[in-house]
């Protein structure tokens, strides 16, 4: 079915496949290993607030990185990690996570000035560098300064690891995992996690050292607890607010950190290249919601001052159009669960063990619910249109107790990233800029080049 095809043909067969076959289906792999992928909202309903599942085979290919972490763990592991972890994204933590998305994207604005004007240029990679820059700093509290230095190690580590995963999924070895140490891939990977897991050792043993040696200096003062603690005044890292969490190893501070950069990097960059993409794409909508940013930041001193989250919550068809591009463009197009239990699917008894494949890229085309589905159309999202929808229509987080932690995280920084980005430029097409195919693997992701031009406002 997938020889000889590219990435992008092999996402369509796949999403050919219930447009001939119905929304969930069954298929069989070249060792005979069963895949049920759904896309029915009864379906979803039953699978993803099951309490019975885990994360299937693909995401083990993510192991070797990541450990066991929020993303792979499951059972008492999982609610445990959970547990501690979700008051990381309160929203007091979040508006200081607001101030790196302003900073980041300053420079991110500055970066593309060059290309005012000129030929068209490829968005995507600077979008990756700014995304990785602002994951580093929110999530370890580090600059790695990847948009003026991209050649850095750590920032080849992580991208060169992606792709082996993506082809690692399409190898024949994936159904064979005891033997994938003979593929050259392997000595490859290893590598790569060396370089990542010692960049974020480093950075845990120093901040470590830092913590103790400021305790140990100050004292634990009720003074120092208000200025410090989680919902203090100064400005902290995801793992700052980890190392004062005290039943945590360095290991499994490791993993979270490596699993925020991993769940963070890659679907942001996603979320914003593709509403770059559908803007540039659709002029009207792109200078429509230029205007309501002008009309929102009303003087030049506002549209130069730093984002708050108070004001991008007053940009009501920003809202509109972020929600229209995930749901033409879910930034994770598939999701995998594993059944720990038998159970019961559209009348049939589904075993244990059994991958379920959850396609929210066709979730979100059902003509049903979204008539017109491949029309880019923002006003779905208004006030007066939501009514038809139900809770499984539309899921571009996932949904149930494992949805997307990070979401608020996510959405804020790609309001921030396409605010400034449009109060400076307008963004016009390039000659390729039709020809764009997407492939759906972890992330939903261009094949080729975004090429587009821009022009100062």
Not at 29 to 49: M, N, T
Not at 423 to 436: E, H, N, V
Request: negative net charge; hydrophobic residues 40%; contains cysteine.
């Amino acid at each position: 079915m997938f020889a000889n095809k590219d990435a992008p043909e092999i996402f369509h067969t796949v999403l050919d496949l219930h447009k001939q076959c119905g929304q969930d289906l069954v298929t069989y792999g070249l060792f005979g290993d069963v895949q049920l992928h759904i896309s029915s909202p009864k379906a979803i309903e039953r699978v993803l607030l099951s309490k019975v599942t885990k994360k299937n085979y693909i995401y083990e290919y993510l192991e070797p990185w990541l450990g066991t972490g929020l993303l792979l763990s499951f059972g008492e592991k999982w609610f445990q990690r959970r547990k501690i972890i979700t008051p990381t994204f309160h929203f007091k933590i979040l508006e200081q996570f607001v101030e790196v998305f302003n900073a980041e994207t300053d420079r991110l604005v500055t970066k593309i000035e060059q290309h005012v004007g000129g030929e068209e240029f490829d968005m995507y990679q600077y979008i990756t560098l700014h995304a990785l820059d602002s994951i580093c700093e929110t999530s370890m509290g580090v600059s790695i300064n990847a948009l003026d230095n991209p050649d850095n190690a750590y920032v080849h580590a992580i991208k060169d690891f992606g792709s082996i995963v993506i082809q690692r999924t399409f190898s024949a070895l994936r159904s064979l995992p005891l033997l994938y140490f003979l593929h050259p891939f392997y000595w490859r990977q290893q590598k790569l996690i060396k370089t990542m897991h010692n960049f974020t050792n480093s950075v845990i043993k120093a901040k470590r050292q830092a913590l103790e040696e400021k305790r140990h200096t100050e004292g634990e003062t009720k003074e120092h607890n208000e200025d410090d603690g989680i919902y203090g005044k100064k400005r902290m890292s995801f793992l700052d607010l980890l190392l004062n969490e005290s039943s945590m190893s360095d290991a499994d501070i490791r993993e979270e950190v490596d699993t925020f950069m991993f769940e963070g990097h890659d679907t942001t960059t996603s979320g914003i290249y593709f509403s770059l993409m559908a803007l540039t794409m659709h002029p009207d909508i792109q200078e429509r919601l230029y205007g309501e940013i002008r009309q929102v930041l009303e003087t030049e001193e506002e549209r130069h001052a730093p984002l708050t989250n108070a004001t991008l919550q007053q940009m009501k068809y920003l809202d509109m159009v972020i929600k229209e591009v995930l749901r033409v463009y879910p930034s994770v197009p598939i999701i995998g669960r594993e059944l720990l239990e038998d159970v019961e699917i559209n009348g049939c008894q589904v075993p244990r063990g059994t991958a379920m494949v959850v396609i929210i890229h066709n979730v979100h085309r059902n003509a049903e619910v979204f008539p017109d589905p491949e029309r880019f159309d923002p006003e779905r999202f208004s006030d007066e249109s939501g009514g038809k929808r139900g809770p499984y229509d539309y899921i571009p987080f996932s949904v149930g107790a494992r949805n997307c932690i990070g979401q608020k995280y996510a959405l804020l920084e790609m309001k921030v990233t396409l605010v400034k980005l449009l109060l400076a430029y307008r963004f016009i097409p390039g000659k390729s800029t039709d020809s764009i195919r997407i492939q759906g693997d972890l992330v939903l992701r261009p094949f080729g080049n975004m090429a587009l031009r821009i022009e100062s406002r």
